[in-house]
């Protein structure tokens, strides 16, 4: 495993970006307003040949510890555990003020080697802090600039004493890596999407057996989507499975998503269904299935991602029969592209349904990644035209030549013949419901392509 090097100050001091910077994306979400961040967040990072794990975290703030505040700062103290070294980050051209120094003196209790990062230390106007933050007691401190990448030899040199260089790639891994295939013993990438409240990051923290991620009775506590590798175990192969569990922030109707920062949260969760393989969409049992539920997962199925609906809170849930049953009725109209998504009742408190829900994910990403060869697919072709041939608008006869799988992950497959602009839509439900059904694709979103050869005898354009 990579060592573990994770980032502690105060509110708005440039912890998100001083993380963007040493992992080379933007990941995190950054704002000017405080507070952004409310979950840890891990990354690769690299820095000069160093590579490591960067844990990005909530601000620390002295509040009471059943505050929003003061329970995202427990989730700092808690990332701190098992970290192999800490960034204590310090705004150079605010000064230090009593805060910095009662965080400093929390972590000279660690046993955490700390660096002491003086971060918007660019030009003049940061003297002053940088030359203060001295007095904390931490050592010398390292003059950094997340926003121009100014100071990253010095904290690689600050860094080198607790984290090892890493070798270079055997090439021969690097070859096995590139012939890469689906492998169903891998890591599942499963994404937990929904409405705000509707229990995703509960839901995460039962499969955890912890308190990873920050909840609480306020609606729309997540705004960055993390991802948590985790591993699980199946009772049924009797063997733990690597699960790689995706919290994102709660999805509102768009017409109400005018503040900036949920604007860039829900982006970030729409960026995690396209990472994933398979996302769940829950639901909660008190307020049943609604329109908003039904966008977000067209949303799912347009972006070619297997889908799984769970009803979450049912342990308190009022006539759970009749809602179940009522969600079915109202997921086959209202998800007419694919018939048989997975609904599966969970409850985040209690625990019911985690393994319910984990097995059906395995399944499903299997027919997801699922290829049929071309004898099997068009013996298959076959046949659906002999039981039902396509029709012959105007009289003239469409020909359906072939069928082949291009691709997987979603499926996609291409059709071929003549006249196939003229190929009702219905006809190609009917293809494409007959692959799902008898080739075993389950509830997954396929694509059919329709390619007709072109005419030599066509004028030219």
Do not use: C
Not at 132 to 145: D, I, N, Q, T, Y
Not at 400 to 428: C, H, M, N
């Amino acid at each position: 495993m990579r060592p573990q090097v994770i980032i502690i100050g105060r509110p708005n001091v440039g912890k998100s970006t001083i993380f963007n910077r040493l992992v080379g994306k933007k990941l995190a979400l950054v704002d000017d307003q405080p507070g952004v961040t409310r979950d840890r967040r891990l990354g690769d990072a690299t820095l000069l040949g160093l590579e490591f794990t960067i844990v990005d975290t909530a601000g620390w703030e002295d509040e009471d510890e059943a505050t929003l505040p003061g329970r995202m700062r427990q989730q700092t103290e808690a990332a701190l555990v098992g970290a192999d070294v800490a960034l204590f980050v310090v705004d150079a051209r605010a000064g230090i003020t009593p805060l910095y120094e009662e965080i400093a003196r929390h972590l000279r209790t660690s046993t955490v080697p700390i660096v002491l990062m003086a971060n918007k230390a660019e030009g003049r106007a940061g003297d002053p802090g940088l030359y203060e933050a001295f007095s904390l007691g931490l050592g010398e401190p390292v003059a950094f600039s997340a926003e121009h990448g100014q100071g990253l030899a010095d904290l690689f040199s600050a860094l080198l004493p607790y984290i090892s260089e890493t070798p270079e790639e055997d090439e021969g891994e690097a070859e096995a890596q590139e012939d890469y295939e689906y492998d169903p013993k891998s890591v599942l990438k499963l994404a937990i999407v929904g409405r705000p409240n509707a229990g995703k990051s509960t839901l995460i923290n039962k499969m955890l057996g912890e308190n990873r991620l920050l909840t609480g009775p306020e609606a729309g506590i997540t705004r960055d989507s993390i991802a948590i590798d985790w591993s699980w175990f199946d009772p049924a192969a009797d063997e733990y499975r690597p699960v790689r569990l995706i919290d994102t922030a709660g999805m509102r109707k768009k017409a109400l998503v005018v503040d900036k920062l949920e604007v860039m949260s829900v982006a970030d969760a729409r960026r995690a269904i396209d990472f994933a393989e398979v996302v769940v969409l829950l639901l909660d049992a008190t307020r049943g299935l609604e329109h908003q539920d039904l966008k977000i997962a067209s949303m799912v199925l347009e972006e070619g991602r297997a889908l799984i609906i769970a009803i979450n809170k049912w342990d308190v849930a009022e006539d759970p029969g009749g809602l179940f049953h009522g969600v079915r009725a109202a997921l086959e109209d209202g998800l007419a592209q694919v018939r048989g998504v997975p609904l599966i009742s969970v409850s985040a408190r209690t625990g019911k349904g985690i393994d319910v829900l984990l097995a059906a994910a395995f399944e499903i990403r299997d027919a997801w990644s699922k290829r049929v060869t071309t004898s099997a697919l068009n013996r298959w072709f076959d046949d659906a035209l002999t039981a039902n041939p396509p029709p012959a608008p105007g009289g003239r006869r469409i020909k359906l030549r072939y069928i082949t799988q291009a691709k997987t992950r979603p499926p996609g497959f291409v059709l071929f013949g003549t006249r196939l602009d003229q190929l009702p839509e219905s006809y190609r439900r009917y293809l494409v419901n007959g692959i799902r059904r008898e080739l075993g694709f389950d509830a997954v979103p396929i694509r059919l392509t329709l390619r007709s050869p072109k005419n030599p005898f066509a004028p030219k354009t």
